[in-house]
C-alpha cells in the first residue's frame, strides 16, 4: 500500500501522553498528526481524578521526590529517567497552566495532598477531575494548531522506511498507510483486555488494548517489565454502579483509612500501592474482610473521617456519584477491593523518549522504566506531561532532518 500522506511527526493515540507530544511536536515547528483508535476524547488519561505530583512544597524538592520513586519501585526503575521526571515537574506544571490548566488552590499556593509512599505533600489537583482538565486543555490547544487529527485509525503495523517509518492503520474507509519522519507511540497500556482475560474487574477505558505495544515489538523494539501490572488498592466494590471505579486515592490523603471487619487499621493507608492493595487481599483470606450485598468480597473504606472541607474542595466528583447511588460517603464507610489498573512496564525509552529502533519513540503507559516495577499514584500524569514534551521536541528534530 502507498503511504497517502507524509509528516515529520506522527503520534499515536491521544491521550495525555499523545496530546502533550503533538502540542509540543507543533511547538517545535514541525509538521504533525495526531492518530487514534477511535474519538480524539477516548483514554484514560481523562478519566484520572486524583492529581499530579511536583514538589513545589517548602520542604520538598525534587530529589526528593526521586527518592519516593525509587523506593516505592523497589529500586526497579531507571534512576535518570526518574532524575528526569523529578526535576522537569514544575516546568511541565507552568506548562500545563500556560494551556490553561487551573490547578486548585489554597493559602496563597497549590493545594497539595500526600500520596501514597510519598513522604511530602505533592499531589496537585484540579478538583476530582485533574486528567480531565489536563487532556481538556492540551486537545484545545492542539486543535487550534495546524496539526492534523486523524481520528478512527487503529494502528496496525509499523515498517522502516528509507525516510524514517511507514504506519498501517484500519480506518473506517479501509486500510491506509502514512508515512512520518518520527512516529511516536503514545498508545497507553493494556489493562482493560488484561482483566476481560483474567475475568477481573479494570479502572481502564476499552480502549486500553496493549496492541500498539506487540506492534513495537515485533517491530524490533526491546521492552520490560511486562508482567508488572499494578492493582488499584481501591476499586469500588458497591453499588454495582461503582464496580471498577477506581475510588481517588486523594481520599486516603485526605484521611479516609482502610478497616477490616472488626473496625481494625490492618495497614497503613497511604503506603505504596503494590503493599496496600497486597495487604487488603491478604485480609480477606484471612476471613477479615466483608461481601457486598452482591457477595464479592471487600474491606471497608472510612471515608466518614475526611473533613467535609476538603471532600467538597478536593472530591467533588466522587461524592456526586456515591450519593447518586444514594449512598453518602461522608456519613457511612464505603466498600473496597484491589482492581486491575496499570501496565507499569513497557517499551524500553532513552531520556529523549527514544526507544531502541532509531527515530521511533514511546512515552506515558506505553513505555517502561519510569516507575520500574511500582508506580506511585500521581507520577503518570506527571510522566505524560514531561516525556510527552520531550518526546514531541525530540522527534520534531529527527522528523524535519
Ligand atoms: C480511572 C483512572 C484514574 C487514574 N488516576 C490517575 C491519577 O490521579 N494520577 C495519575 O498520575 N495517573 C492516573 N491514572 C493513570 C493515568 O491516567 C494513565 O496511566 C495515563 O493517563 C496514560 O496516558 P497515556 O496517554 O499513556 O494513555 P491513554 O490515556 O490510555 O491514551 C492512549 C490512547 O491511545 C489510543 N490507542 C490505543 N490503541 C491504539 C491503536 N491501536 N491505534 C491508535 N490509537 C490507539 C487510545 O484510544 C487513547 O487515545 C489513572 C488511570 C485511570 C484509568
New binding site residues.
Given amino acids: 500500500m502507498r503511504p497517502r500522506a507524509s509528516f515529520d511527526v506522527l503520534v499515536?493515540?491521544?491521550?495525555?501522553?499523545?496530546l502533550a507530544t503533538a502540542t509540543s511536536a507543533v511547538q517545535a515547528g514541525a509538521q504533525v498528526a495526531i492518530?487514534?483508535?477511535?474519538t480524539l476524547q477516548?483514554?484514560?488519561?481523562a478519566?484520572?481524578?486524583?492529581?499530579?505530583q511536583a514538589a513545589f512544597g517548602e520542604d520538598d524538592s525534587p530529589e526528593l521526590h526521586a527518592e519516593d520513586v525509587m523506593r516505592s519501585s523497589h529500586d526497579t526503575a531507571n534512576p535518570r529517567l526518574v532524575e528526569v521526571l523529578t526535576s522537569e515537574a514544575q516546568s511541565a506544571i507552568h506548562w500545563l497552566e500556560d494551556l490553561g490548566v487551573a490547578f486548585t488552590r489554597s493559602n496563597g499556593g497549590y493545594r497539595l495532598a500526600r500520596c501514597g509512599g510519598a513522604s511530602r505533600k505533592r499531589l496537585l489537583q484540579v478538583g476530582d477531575r485533574?486528567?480531565h482538565a489536563i487532556t481538556k486543555a492540551l486537545r484545545e490547544t492542539y486543535e487550534e494548531s495546524a496539526g492534523e487529527e486523524l481520528p478512527h485509525?487503529?494502528?496496525r503495523g509499523l515498517e522502516p522506511s528509507q525516510s524514517g517509518w511507514v504506519a498501517s492503520f484500519e480506518t473506517k474507509e479501509g486500510p491506509a498507510a502514512i508515512e512520518a519522519g518520527a512516529v511516536v507511540l503514545?498508545?497507553?497500556?493494556r489493562c482493560f483486555a488484561e482483566a476481560e482475560v483474567r475475568g477481573e474487574l479494570s479502572?481502564?477505558?476499552p480502549?486500553?488494548?496493549g496492541?500498539?505495544t506487540r506492534i513495537a515489538v515485533e517491530a524490533g523494539a526491546e521492552a520490560r517489565d511486562l508482567d508488572a501490572l499494578q492493582y488499584h488498592p481501591n476499586g469500588g466494590a458497591w453499588p454495582s454502579t461503582m464496580q471498577g471505579y477506581?475510588i481517588?486515592e486523594t481520599t486516603r490523603a485526605y484521611g479516609a483509612v482502610l478497616l477490616n471487619a472488626d473496625g481494625e487499621e490492618f495497614t497503613d493507608s497511604l503506603g505504596p500501592r503494590d503493599a496496600v492493595s497486597q495487604a487488603i487481599v491478604d485480609e480477606v483470606e484471612r476471613g477479615k474482610g466483608v461481601l457486598t450485598p452482591d457477595g464479592r468480597p471487600a474491606v471497608w473504606l472510612d471515608t466518614t473521617r475526611i473533613a467535609p472541607d476538603d471532600a467538597e474542595i478536593s472530591l467533588p466528583y466522587m461524592l456526586r456519584r456515591y450519593r447518586g447511588a444514594n449512598i453518602d460517603p461522608l456519613t457511612e464507610p464505603i466498600y473496597t477491593y484491589p482492581v486491575l489498573?496499570?501496565q507499569n512496564g513497557g517499551l524500553v525509552i532513552d531520556e529523549h523518549a527514544e526507544t531502541t529502533l532509531d527515530g521511533l519513540f514511546a512515552c506515558?503507559?506505553?513505555a517502561g522504566g519510569t516507575h520500574g516495577r511500582n508506580r506511585m499514584?500521581?507520577?503518570?500524569?506527571?510522566e505524560?506531561a514531561v516525556f510527552g514534551r520531550r518526546a514531541g521536541k525530540a522527534a520534531a528534530e529527527r522528523g524535519r532532518a
Avoid: D, F, W
Fill in positions: 499515536i493515540g491521544s491521550g495525555a501522553s499523545g492518530a487514534t483508535k477511535t477516548a483514554c484514560n488519561s478519566k484520572a481524578q486524583g492529581g499530579i485533574t486528567g485509525h487503529a494502528l503514545a498508545a497507553g497500556g479502572t481502564n477505558h480502549n486500553a488494548t496492541e500498539v477506581s481517588p489498573h496499570y506515558g503507559e506505553i499514584m500521581g507520577n503518570s500524569l506527571l505524560c
